[in-house]
């Protein structure tokens, strides 16, 4: 069974939208992440969360903005979207924040037209 | 700022061969990072494949190995005889860790290994 599900899997909106990525773990961990993989780019970190707490964003566009309704929830708004924004989400846990070992969903695929 | 370089693009290797995909790191704010290996099957997310937090020490996992090497800042992953069960994208990882933790890793471009029967 699937312990990080990421919907949806494949996802294409138009530039200037609004879209949400969902993440949900069923870990029981305490610290979520998000990072993003553009094209021909490695993984960047964006943000990570703490008992649905902000603890740390690289993100410099005030565009992105996580949700947190449960502490194994963690969403992210995407307002404006902008062909840039194409690019893999993948959403991650760990058991505390800054637990090396986190672990990985299988991303969300989003193309800007 | 931190990066990790490895090799690029994709690896063609035949069934029961040995593999290396080469990984060197750079770190401007600490002296001895938290190194790692994941690996992502078609349609899977990431997987942690192994963890090196010692300076000299040896990971190792699923008949995969790789040696945290401070001198040359290097952390090659290697196997002896790959299977084709072996094919994924292969990722080297740093993380940060004056306390012995990070939130944020840093990861490289990403190996494609193909394994052929």
């Known amino acids: 069974d699937p312990k990080i599900i990421q919907k949806p899997k494949y996802l294409v909106a138009v530039t200037g939208s609004e879209k949400i990525l969902i993440c949900e773990q069923y870990?029981?961990?305490?610290?979520m992440y998000w990072y993003r993989q553009s094209a021909k780019k490695p993984l960047e970190f964006m943000f990570s969360y703490s008992y649905q707490k902000l603890m740390d964003n690289q993100t410099a566009s005030s565009r992105f903005q996580p949700q947190s309704s449960k502490k194994n929830h963690l969403d992210l708004q995407i307002t404006a979207l902008k062909p840039d924004d194409s690019a893999t989400y993948f959403c991650a846990s760990s058991q505390d924040w800054g637990r090396d070992e986190q672990y990985f969903g299988p991303g969300t695929r989003l193309t800007v037209l | 700022g931190d990066s990790v370089t490895q090799t690029e693009g994709q690896v063609t290797v035949s069934e029961s061969k040995s593999l290396i995909i080469n990984c060197t790191y750079s770190?401007?704010?600490?002296?001895?990072?938290?190194l790692f290996w994941y690996v992502r099957y078609p349609g899977e997310g990431l997987q942690l494949l192994l963890k090196v937090i010692t300076a000299g020490q040896k990971g190792s996992s699923r008949g995969f190995e790789a040696t945290y090497n401070k001198e040359t800042t290097s952390f090659h992953l290697q196997k002896a005889s790959v299977q084709e069960s072996d094919s994924a994208v292969y990722y080297c990882?740093?993380?940060?860790?004056?306390?012995?933790?990070?939130?944020?890793?840093?990861f490289g471009s990403g190996t494609k290994v193909i394994v052929l029967p």
């Open positions: 990882a740093l993380g940060e860790a004056q306390t012995g933790f990070a939130s944020a890793l840093t």
């Open positions: 770190t401007t704010s600490i002296a001895y990072p938290n």
């Open positions: 870990l029981g961990h305490n610290a």
